[in-house]
Each structure stands twice: as C-alpha cells, then as structure tokens.
C-alpha cells in the first residue's frame, strides 16, 4: 500500500498556458496579493522579526517560474523569474504549487510534507521556520485577499467566484482558499 | 582547591576495578573519591564485594570516600538502594538523581549521611543552589554543560551559603541517559538479556557521523562525548571564580598521572602541567568547549 | 464508579493553533510565552503577554483550561525573567504553570501557594520517591511523566502517590531522559535545558547531495537519506552513525509515539491526562490530531474500542511506535 498522500500536481495544460502569460503581469497580480495580504496581517511581521529581511525562493515545482519573496523590501518584496536564475537568497522552499498554497492554507501541515518529501527545504532553516510559522498563524485565505485586492470590483467579484473556486479547487486538487472545518472532517 | 575522582562511568572486569582503586588510593594525590555505580544498576552485582575494601584502603590512605547514587532510578530494586544508601550513616552519599532528596536532609546528622549534589543534577541558577544549601548539602557539582559566566555567577553565591562548587574538569562529558541500553541495541541484544557486552569498551563505544567524523561514545545506557573534557590550563580562572574542587572523571590509561598533572596545576607547580598529561588509548582530542567555546564539542 | 474520561492536553505554537485546538476539542491546551522560558523556542512561535492573555480567555470562554509551561532551567544571573513569566501566566489566568526547575518550583511554590504547579517532563521524575519529593516539598497537583516508563510501573507509581499523572500519547519521542541531555549544546552551543530548543533549525543544513538528502547539525551530519524515503528531523538522538561495523540509528529509528490503542490501558493504569506533543507544528496538525484524540478519549469512556487513525501521516519518519510503554522496547 502507498503510505503517502498525493500531493496533486498543478495540470501541466494550465502551467503552458501561464507560460503564455509574461511574465510582468504575473509579477504585478502577485505583488498586489503580497501587498493586500501583508497590511491585512500586520502580525507576520511580528512574527518574522529580523528574518523580514531574508531572501526566500519559493520554487513551486511544476510551475514554469520561481518567485523571490523579500518580506522587507520597500518595493521587489515579491519578484517572478524563470526557473534557474541565479538569484541571491537565503532559503529555498520548493514543492508542488497545491502543497506550497496547502500550507499557506493551514489544509498541510509543513512537517508532514518535509517528513514525505514532497517539500525541499535548503539554505537558512530557522528563516524558513520563521516564516512558515508566521504564516501558520495569520490564517491567510488568498481568495479573501485577492478579492480585497479588487477595491471597489469586491462586490462585483465576490458571488462568482465563491461558485467557481470550489470547482476549480476540486477540479485542480489545489486549495485556493481556508479549507472549511467540514472540508476538513470529511477529507477534502 | 579540591581535586574528586568521580565515579567510575565504565564497565570494567572486576579485577581491573579493583586495581584501579587500590592504585588511585595508593598514589594519586587527590582528596574525595566518589566511587559506587552510577550508570546501570545492573552491574553493581558484578564488583559489589569489592568495595568495601576499595573504601577502606582508600580511607586509610587519607583520601575522603562518597558513595555514588544511580543516575537514572526506576525500577523497585534500584529504589531499594537509593533508599538503603540514606539507611547508612558511615559515608557521604553523592546524589545524581532526585528520587534521593526524598530522604537527604530529613533527619539530624547522627542518623543521616551527610550529602552532595553531583553533576547530574540540574543545578542552572541561584535558587536552586540555595535550595540545596538550605537541605544541608556540602557541596554542588555543576552540570557540565553550563558555561563560564554561569559557573561564576554560581560560585559568588555559593560562597556565603557555605557550599562548595565543584566543576567537571577531565574525561568524557556525560550527556545524556536513558531507559534504553544502547550496547545491547547495537549488539541485537535486549537490555535484559545484554550479557554485560558493555565491558569491550573500558572508555565507551566510539560513534562515528556516517561520513566518518569522531562524534559520541556510547556507556550503556549512557552517552557522552567524544572528546575527552580537560580543563588543566584553566585552574588559576576558576580558582579565582571561587570554584572550590574540580572532578576528574576516571579513564582507562594511566590515571594516576592526571590526577598528579591536576595536583601539579593547583598547587602551582611546574611551568606546564598540562604536559604531565598520559597519552590515551584510545585518542581522545581535549576539548573546553562547554565552559569556554561556542559549543561542547568545540 | 464512573470512570473520568481522559483530559486531552493539546500543543499551541500560536494563538491560531489556540483557537484551532479549543474548537477541535481540547480539555486544555499548553503553550508559551515567546523566550528562552518554554521549551519550544522556535522562531515565529509562540505567545506575547497580550496574545497569552487573550488565548486563555478565549478559552476559558469554552470551558476549556491553559498550562503555561515555563519549563527551561532559569540561567544563573537572570532568573527574573523566569520569575516574570510565571507571575504574568499566572496573573492572564492560566489554569496552571509547568515547571522543571527546582529554584522555580521554590519561587512558584512561595509566591503563590494557592496556585497549580504541574511538574514538567523536563524534571524527570521518573518514580514515586521522586514524584513524593516534589509533592511534599512544593505542593504540585500534576506530574508529567517521562517517556521511560511501561504502563505497568506506571500503574504502581499511581498506587504511591497523591498527584495527578499526565502522560505523552503522541507525537515526538525524546529517547533520553528529558532535561538531562546535552546532546544538542554539545553540536550546537544551544540546550533544551538552557535556551529551550534542541538541536535548533539555526544550525540545520540541508543539502541535496547526488540523490540523497543530507542534514548537518552544527556541521556533524546526522542523516543521509536517499530519495523516496521519509525525511526525518536532524536531531540528535534519531540519527543514523556508526560504531564498529554497525551503522544505523543507534539510539531510536525516526519514528513518532503513538500510544492510542493502550488508552484503555493507560485509563487503568490511574492516568488522567494525554498530552499530545507538537507545539511547534502546524494547525493542520493540531486541528487532526486533536479531533482524533477527543473522539478516542469519548470512546474509551464509553468502553467502546479506540477508533483507528490515519495520524501516521502526520509523523516524523511517517512511522509510530507505542514507545518504552511497552518493555521491549528497551
């Protein structure tokens, strides 16, 4: 019997279609989540203390990108670069995208996932401890902060996507939102 | 300034245990001898008969004798003894575990042994110190992990206690014990049908990491370092830290001289005791990284 | 006589795990303040005096107790910051503290008598003299017991003594003796005892080398692990090394406790309380352990079989083990 939970991979139709997409944009969109985020909950901060000024590359494995996550950077706190780079940094997080989002989720527990290795950790551990609590506490929900992201367009946006999101989670294994308790009991 | 051999950690033969104590009362200059099993309740048996007459000749050689306690008492026979150590009046009782302090200081001094604290007790600050003072123990031997700024601060307040602070001077740094025998695992063996397999490694069972680097020494189950503790150039520091005895853990090897190179150091003789130092088999590198350096193994 | 079902004792790192604990059912949850003073001193973990305050009466507002476990050994020159935290966990309500160290327990036991003491796993009191000692000397309510000990010699040391007993149910295994082992100051200058963390992530290295995952703690490497297989933490005790012609993990396997099926035993044997181990762990993990162990201490009461989990998940090595609760273990 396999012992281990699968970790779903994000669909390789959906990674050459982000391809399409320069890399700018997704830059922008995601600096604007990290911006909306971060002054949402002020406590990671706290949290982080003198480990906002590490360098962390997250490298969401079956993406085409990695991202450079610079907590106390005035502007650059969130980069996007083609895989390879070579990059100044301090740790590096790798993992499929649904394991690296599950975390932030609170739906994995990061232990878990390194014990399985299906997330790599290299370079500076207590910073990557730092920030994974941090995270574990704020209980980040990236719809919400996304949604919040949209300014005066939340009202707009919020119905459709409270329809789409858990199909397209369900459809991609990967959880774009705070898991429910119910989600939880029931092991979805 | 006091120099203490502490108890033998290692399982030797019985006969080799009992030369070295007839050889350590007969001609090393050191003033207490704390001597009794401290590590596996199980080979006491082994040498038993052979310590009241390590004691005696020990006395009649001057040298001031400390009964040891077990380090690690759980099982009911191991309870018994550290009981039956409190039921004798004739030697100062060392406690390594605190199971003994339900009887230490109970009662006036013509039916109570007097008692010490060994290294193996968490003694970290002040009032812990002070709650030992006030139980009328004579004198505390400072774990070995704690590092310089805390063995003075400790010193300067044992002074007006009247309690003596002993530090772990030389020999392997015990580091941890457990429930579990470590030779007997190594060996596919089971703590209770261990056969005493112990006794190949008079200085502990060397550790290596798996790219080969000198690590740990296994005892039983007891764990220590690989390097070999040594603290014979820092005699005149803690001395002036008000540091009142120093302990010399036992080894195999001629023993005799490290106790002569200490007695050489305290007394202030010669230029460079530290070269009166034996040679070891096997090699252990001297280390002062718990009291001085960053870390233990430094 | 109706049997008391077991009080679960649950871990929090954080406020969220807090709240995640309490709504998963905890009977009480232990934590610490964010220092040297708890023996879980990670980065990011962890309570301020204001977080502890509102935590405990979030709570309490549930019925459900706080410990505070201030269970480091107070370093010589600066125990007020001891003497701070256990005055400022007590003064947020905290149910009761936890402590190992015996100039603490002195200072707790004087300043506030009428207050509980839980002695702390870190104390090893691993037999009823030792757990007498304590009782009679400062009046402590609950022993937490070392994990060196069978169900069986835990039933007599309940016979001896008048205390409550809590023991380890789940989660990491410390393989030594608790608060007795230097094994992490010796690699990395930085001790359970003293600064509250072992073998600390500050002198972790990890490295991919060919295809194996290679961790160093302060430079000794303590595993090499090949692809595919469970990672296990870089601590000490669970590493794999040599000696002679021998190579392997010496002292344990990486493997977590998992004493569920001896609940009943446990119950029997005059246990009152489970802890469940895991402070520095996620709230995805307190959220499933806590769920699984409330609904196992319901069954027990209830004298139904203990229901079986898919915890193993969740644990180092990915692998469980009753532990020394068993004799063979030894």
Redesign the interface.
Known sequence: MDRRELIPTFPAAAASLLRGLPPAVIEALLSRLVAVTTERHPRLFDRLGAHATSRYLIDPTDLPFVLILHPAAADGRLRVLPRGTAEPREARIGGPLAALLGLIHGRYDGDALFFSRDLVIEGDTEAVLALRNAIDDAEIDLSVEALHGLGPLRALAAPPLARILPLVERLTGVSLSRPTRESLEHGY | MELTVGPLLFHWATDAWSDFYARLADEAPVDRVVIGESVCSKRLPLYADRITEAVERLERAGKTVVLTSLALVTLPRERRAAAGLFAQTGHEVEIDDLTLMRWAGKGDDAHCPGFSIGPLVNVYNESTLRFFAARGARSVCLPPELPFASVASLAAAAQPLGIGVEVFAFGRVPLALSARCYHARVHGRTKDSCQFVCDRDPDGMVVRTLDGQDFLAVNGVQTLSYNCCNLIDDVGTLRQAGVTALRLSPHSGDFVSVCRAFRSAIDGQGDDPAALLPGHIPAMPYSRGFMFGATGAE | MATERLEIVCPA?????LRTAV?AGADSVYCGFNDETNARN????NF?RAEMAVGIAYAAARGVKVLVAINT?????S?ALWHRAVDDALACGAHAVIL?????L??AAERHPDRRLHLSVQ????????I??YAE?FGIRRVVLPR??TVE?IA?INREIDVETEVFIFGGLC???E?????S?????R?P??HGVCS???H?????EGED?VARL?G?????VP???????PTL?K??????D??GH???DPVSLDAATLMPQLARAGVRALKIEGR??????V??VV?AFRRASEAEAAGQPIPKSEL???????QTTAG?YRK???
């Open positions: 790192g954080t406020p969220a795990a709504d990670f980065p990011g973990l301020s050994f107070p370093r010589a020159g125990e190992a160290d015996i100039g603490l002195a200072y104390a090893a009191a691993s037999n009823a003299d030792a007498n000692f000397t060196v000990l010699e007599a393989v030594m003796a608060g007795r082992c230097s094994l100051s010796y690699a990395t200058g001790s005892n003293m600390p992530a500050s972790v290295a990890y490295a991919e995952l302060g000794f490497t303590i595993h090499r692809k595919a297989v469970a990672a296990p933490y005790c590493g794999c090394f040599q000696t002679g021998y190579r010496i002292f344990e520095q762990r996620s709230r995805a993990y959220e499933q769920r193993w998940r969740l644990t180092e090595g990915q020394a063979t273990w030894r």
